[in-house]
């Protein structure tokens, strides 16, 4: 059991972090979500949202879709195909370690 | 959905954590484990693994079971009760959180 252990370990922190997290997968679901919608949904503040949303952006696993709609500008968030590939895997991992201590439990 | 990415933002960091999730876990299984088949089974050195474990009995998740064999002291960390429950709590908000964003997706 090893090895699942030292995955678990190893788990990439960008995503892991909860409210990165949560934020991730919010953006996994929908095309793209505005910083509105992503701070109701979270119930984080403004101030905390900016900074995990940057540390994600840094990470390439979001990326900000700016469109000009009427003389206003709009920024949306938006999930790169990394970073959507990124939390399946986190997910995968969490899921299968899961299921390995299980199975060992019952053994 | 609102509830339900709240929760997971505000996801008890002191198991979150990777290394301390592989730990938590890994005692999930045993009776009692000694600090050296913690170390190997997690690949982290001493200091971070005391680091971990200091947190985690601060927050009286995990305790030591200090028992004499022959001349000499040997310490077994093992899980709380309250860490147990914590952890199995902690499985099921992920668990649970993941099976209805798959849902919502699904819909």
Chains 1, 2 share one sequence.
């Not at 960008?14 to 095309?31: K, Q, W």
């Amino acid at each position: 059991m090893g090895n699942v252990f030292e995955e678990i370990v190893g788990l990439d922190k960008l995503i892991h972090e909860p409210a990165r997290l949560a934020i991730m997968t919010i953006l996994s679901t929908v095309e793209s979500a505005d910083f509105l919608a992503l701070q109701r949904l979270t119930g984080l503040t403004s101030g905390n949202l900016s900074v995990h949303l940057s540390k994600l952006e840094e990470g390439k696993f979001v990326t900000y879709d700016r469109k000009i709609v009427g003389k206003k500008t709009k920024t949306q968030v938006k999930i790169t195909s990394e970073g959507q590939q990124a939390l399946e895997k986190h997910w995968l991992q969490l899921e299968t370690f899961r299921e390995k201590v299980k199975e060992t439990k019952s053994d």
